[in-house]
């Protein structure tokens, strides 16, 4: 696991798997950072885009802000689950294979309930989208959007993976307040080899469809609204989707599973 960005083309190389940890709220860190209390949570982005660079053709994954008391914001010493969703899709889309939570402090659990749930939910994505994760890759492809809107795009060989991260927040020792984005609408190019186009979001509450139109090569999404992250699909390959209904549905099960 490696925390200073400016040596993972030293040491990526070593590791099987590399990993990085870089909190951006209240954490210790290796940069420096705009205020006491934290920074930009696109550094985490920044960090997991370079160890994927480092580390070719290997796979990385990504340590990320868990359960703790980091210490430097006594108002609200755990992040948001805002503030777990924005450095979340940050890692997925710039290229994490998995995310590892960094859980450490039973007392957090306790006082901040609200953030266990955060994980919870965003564990359910993760679920439905584990294969596809594993086998894709950041693309570089045109995106049109708002403006203060990060959109990762991951290619599989059935479908496109949007990480979708709103970046209009302000930083503030109690938490990030976020300014949510309006009536989203996106225009991606599609693939030549996705023939047909359909896009729906996952989340904690499940799948849901989205109005895409296709013209002229390209897919005109439109997502409502979004207040921090959202994960997005666009396939033409319909099993696709059921399988990602199929673990939706084991996922929701397995939380209430009885292990013998």
């Known amino acids: 696991t490696l925390c200073r960005s400016f040596k993972f083309f030293e040491f990526a190389s070593i590791a099987d798997i590399p990993s990085h940890d870089h909190y951006c709220i209240s954490a210790p860190s290796s940069t420096v950072w705009p205020k006491y209390f934290g920074t930009n949570l696109e550094e985490t982005g920044y960090y997991t885009r370079d160890l994927k660079e480092a580390s070719e053709p290997k796979p990385i994954w990504v340590w990320t802000q868990g359960i703790a008391n980091w210490g430097r914001l006594p108002q609200r010493y755990c992040p948001t689950p805002n503030e777990i969703a924005a450095q979340l899709m940050l890692n997925l889309g710039y290229g994490s294979k998995g995310i590892l939570w960094f859980n450490w402090d039973e007392q957090a659990a306790i006082d901040y309930p609200d953030s266990v749930l955060a994980y919870r939910d965003w564990g359910r994505v993760m679920r439905c989208i584990r294969p596809d994760l594993l086998r894709s890759d950041p693309i570089q492809m045109e995106i049109v959007g708002p403006d203060k809107l990060d959109v990762a795009p991951l290619a599989t060989p059935e479908a496109l993976i949007l990480c979708i991260t709103n970046t209009d927040y302000e930083m503030h020792p109690e938490a990030y307040p976020f300014v949510t984005k309006e009536d989203v609408q996106l225009e991606v ?22 109005e895409v139109k296709r013209v002229d090569g390209k897919a005109q999404l439109a997502l409502g609204d979004i207040e921090v992250a959202r994960l997005v699909v666009l396939t033409g390959d319909e099993a696709v989707k059921k399988r990602h209904a199929a673990e939706y549905a084991q996922a929701i099960a397995d939380e209430s599973r009885t292990y013998e």
Not at 201 to 206: K, L, N, T, V
């Open 189 to 210: 190019d599609v693939p030549a080899w996705m023939e047909s186009v359909q896009a729906y979001s996952i989340s904690a509450d499940g799948l849901r469809d989205h």
